[in-house]
Every structure is written in C-alpha cells, then in structure tokens.
C-alpha cells in the first residue's frame, strides 16, 4: 500500500514569512497527526485530527500554526509568521485508531523546515 | 502532564556487543509502542505492548513492558551496523495521545 505523502521534502525561508506543508495519509486512515521533531529530540504533537474535526490541538501555537483537514482525507499545515525556532522536521502521520494501537502510527517522510 | 523519559540519550557499542535502552512514564500507561529511526528518515513502527509484563520478541530485539506499566526496555542482542539509528518509546494514557521519549541514538563500531 501507499505511505503517507508529505511535501514539500525541503524548504528554507526567512523569518517572518509563510509557509504551507501538505500532507496525503494511507487510505482508510481516519486519524492524522502533525508532529514536529527539533534536531535530537522526539517527536512533538501539534495536532490530532479524527476524521476532519479536531481530536488534540493543545500543543499547537495557535497565534501563529493552524491546520485543517477537509474532507477528512489530505491535510495541510500552515506557519505565519515563521520564527527561527521553528526551523525543525514536520512529520504527518496516520493511523487506522485513534491512539495507534495494533499498527502504530505511520510516518510520511516529513518536510525539513529551516528558518533563516 | 505526561512525560516520557528515555535513557540513555546515546550508546556507543562494538558490533556484536548487546545494547539496551529504557523507558519510563511519569503515568501510568495504557500501551507503550517503540519506533526506529534511521538517520535522516522517519520514525517506523516496530511493535506495540499493552500488558503488564508483557515480553515481546523480534529476532534479535526484545521488548518488555513493566509490571505497573510506566516503564519498558529494549534489549538487542548482538548488534550489527543495521542497527544504527534512534530508537524511540512512544507512550500513550487513557487520553489515547501518543508522547514520544527523546529517543536513544545507538551507534555500532564494525
């Protein structure tokens, strides 16, 4: 079956710019999780979707991410304005139940995102 | 809140040498899964545990999950170069959310 498909792989901008990060889960995922993973740390939560209405968003900075998923199905992660700490990893996941049991979650190859 | 900690943060082993990495939760846990990462890939899924005390076996690679089930270990026997990356626990409560330890990055000398 397909993975998870993340784009754009690389993107570097200025601070104080937008950026946009898209996000295909597996098909028949009904929960997608964005992710962000600083240079040797874990991955953090930002946001959990069920379906397309928000599960988990308390993590999410919300004066200046926000996410949607509509229809359910793609979803797409946006940052304005962007700050130098949010130069990171965003990985998309998906996962056939709510907290990943049996499969585990499945991760998209991410979108490395630096801030300059 | 919850927070997963992992240790150690990195681990240095000659080819053949065993390695372990460990996993506590400051909860108590409804199930633990763990995920390897290759050096610049993602995290991919490698088991799950929900039992107390449960052991579970991949190969050269065991996983336990603690009797009181806020801690778990990894233990790979005899370890290769294909080991190499970051091995990380993911711990999920009641609220069904997933947190990530920060991972233990293993290195192997040939």
């Known amino acids: 079956e397909a993975g998870v498909a993340q784009s754009p792989r690389y993107k570097i901008i200025e601070k104080r710019q937008s950026v946009a990060f898209w996000c295909n889960p597996i098909?028949?995922?009904?929960?997608l999780y964005w992710y962000q993973q600083i240079l040797g740390q874990g991955p953090k939560l930002l946001i959990q979707?069920?379906?397309?209405?928000?599960?988990?968003d308390s993590q999410l900075p919300k004066d200046r991410f926000s996410a949607e998923r509509l229809k359910g199905v793609d979803s797409t992660l946006k940052i304005q304005p962007a700050k130098l700490e949010d130069s990171a990893v965003y990985l998309c996941?998906?996962?056939?139940?709510?907290?990943?049991?049996?499969?585990?979650?499945?991760f998209g190859s991410g979108t490395r995102l630096t801030v300059v | 809140g919850q927070q997963v900690m992992q240790i150690p943060q990195y681990q240095h082993v000659q080819e053949g040498e065993d390695f372990t990495t460990y996993c506590n939760s400051s909860?108590?846990?409804?199930?633990i899964q763990w995920y390897k990462q290759r050096p610049g890939g993602h995290p991919v899924f490698l088991i799950q545990?929900?039992?107390?005390?449960e052991v579970k076996k991949q190969k050269r690679l065991t996983f336990q999950f603690g009797e009181a089930k806020k801690n778990s270990s990894l233990h790979i026997t005899a370890t290769q170069t294909t080991d190499v990356g970051t091995y990380f626990c993911?711990?999920?409560?009641?609220?069904?959310?997933?947190?990530f330890g920060q991972g233990t990055t293993l290195q192997v000398k040939p």
């Open positions: 996941a998906s996962s056939l139940s709510p907290d990943g049991r049996l499969y585990g979650y499945t």
């Open positions: 098909s028949g995922h009904a929960t």
């Open positions: 979707f069920q379906n397309n209405g928000v599960v988990d």
């Open positions: 909860t108590t846990l409804s199930n």
């Open positions: 545990l929900v039992k107390s005390g």
């Open positions: 993911a711990g999920s409560s009641n609220t069904g959310k997933l947190i």
